[in-house]
């Protein structure tokens, strides 16, 4: 079994080593939904913008919870690693793929018949109610080959390898960019076509992943390696239950906030759905900090290298803030070059738009402190500590702001943009009072 040792040499090469292919898989994951939305903007209106931003938006709520699960696998996978417990592993990546199975299965199910539900309740507009039916129905039926590839790449990230989930995401992602173009385009599918492609593109990713796993991870599987242990079990959902739950929130106050959006009307409903859009995309970085920190601290960690775990954590950090301080000014200066990217002859949703990028954007600047120590709390299989901060941001500042400030200002979005950076920067005094328990008893232990 081919493993990458990130216990040793430079923290600084092992965090891009490891982030950076890592960040383009999301890259080219996120530009799924940027593809949709871009070429809708192209040859759709407002309404069938609104269908692919809220559509798509659910679908990333369920890949984000499914990523977020499969986190439990991916720190269980490495810690092993860093204790060279290599029949531990084979054993841990049996019953991932066991419990997944099933979780897919199930969610397959219980999304498809409870679609109109899920619409009503996020008050999706009338004129936008049908496309948006259609996009997420077929996103569900492709449910499957999200659980999968999210899974597989788990299991990669697990082993230290992120390069080839790139490879695979590639590949499937120039399918996705043709298929959109031809299903939007010539075909007149709308957001059907957006979905239709995607769902093809991840299939096709997963179909790439099988394929190579057994050629470059070489596992040497028997048929005990895919019997339930209850232990291993225990294990990844004792991980992946907290950080799923947390992630699965964080994407549900998103959708409040969308919510809130859409009875403003469907100009503002489509501002705030491609505002999301691009700070999903420019939460990249922090992102890839947070899976690289997860992963190579939970190695440290297994391997008893505790100083060298918080070392990581600090480099990911400034790594992570940087890019959010460079992405906050390029934004207050480019906002109106940005937006019209993705709507076409709408001035009142470029208008809207860059509002809400201006004041949302400060977002990146927390989420790159907050995201990293997440991290690192999961590698300490402290998962519950990110779940706490993310749930007191949304219920004390992120939807009350975002609802205040829908309501007493009307006429603009900056009061309104102000709920997730605000939300953040508690996550964060949160995470450094925690963080300061945690070194304590670890100083305590060495």
């Not at 965090?15 to 759709?44: E, H, K, V």
């Not at 899976?291 to 990581?312: F, L, P």
Request: glycine share 8%; net charge positive.
């Amino acid at each position: 079994m081919n493993t990458y040792n990130l216990t040793k040499g430079s923290i600084l090469k092992n965090l891009i080593q490891f982030s950076l292919p890592y960040l383009l898989s999301c890259f080219l994951q996120t530009f799924y939904g940027l593809a949709d939305l871009f070429i809708t903007g192209r040859f759709n209106g407002a309404a069938t913008i609104t269908a692919v931003s809220v559509g798509s938006q659910v679908t990333h709520m369920l890949t984000v919870i499914i990523v977020g699960l499969a986190m439990g696998a991916t720190v269980s996978i490495s810690r092993s690693v860093g204790e060279k417990k290599k029949n531990q592993v084979v054993k841990i990546i049996g019953n991932t793929v066991i419990l997944f199975s099933i979780f897919a299965v199930l969610l397959t199910f219980i999304l498809i018949f409870n679609v109109n539900g899920i619409l009503t309740l996020l008050s999706v507009p009338k004129t936008a109610f049908l496309e948006t039916k259609n996009y997420v129905t077929i996103c569900f039926i492709g449910i499957i080959f999200i659980t999968a590839y999210n899974v597989l790449s788990s299991i990669y990230r697990g082993l230290g390898d992120t390069k080839h989930p790139m490879y695979f995401v590639m590949i499937s992602g120039i399918i996705n960019i043709a298929l959109d173009y031809l299903f939007i385009g010539p075909m007149g599918m709308k957001a059907s076509g957006a979905a239709l492609a995607t769902v093809i593109a991840q299939a096709i990713s997963v179909i790439l992943a099988l394929l190579y796993m057994p050629k470059t991870i070489n596992f040497s599987f028997t048929p005990s390696a895919f019997r339930l242990d209850q232990r291993i079990m225990k294990q990844i959902l004792r991980i992946g239950i907290p950080i799923g739950a947390q992630d699965g929130l964080i994407q549900i106050s998103f959708l409040i906030i969308t919510t809130i959006a859409n009875r403003r009307g469907v100009d503002i409903a489509a501002a705030v759905g491609i505002v999301e859009k691009i700070i999903g995309f420019l939460f990249l970085v922090p992102s890839a900090m947070l899976s690289a920190v997860s992963t190579i601290c939970a190695q440290n960690i297994g391997a008893k290298q505790y100083d060298r775990s918080r070392k990581t954590l600090f480099t990911a950090m400034k790594i992570s803030v940087g890019f959010g301080i460079l992405f906050t000014v390029i934004c207050q200066f480019c906002g109106n070059s940005i937006l019209p990217l993705f709507t076409k002859n709408n001035p009142a949703v470029i208008y809207y738009g860059v509002q809400y990028l201006q004041i949302y954007v400060f977002d990146c600047i927390f989420a790159g402190i907050h995201f990293c120590f997440s991290g690192y709390f999961c590698a300490c299989e402290k998962p519950y500590i990110s779940f706490i901060h993310n749930i007191a941001s949304i219920a004390l500042i992120r939807i009350p702001v975002a609802y205040f400030g829908s309501v007493l200002w009307p006429e603009t979005m900056y009061p309104m943009g102000l709920a997730s950076p605000l939300g953040s920067a508690l996550s964060v005094v949160i995470c450094i009072v925690a963080y300061k328990i945690i070194h304590k008893k670890m100083n305590s232990t060495t």
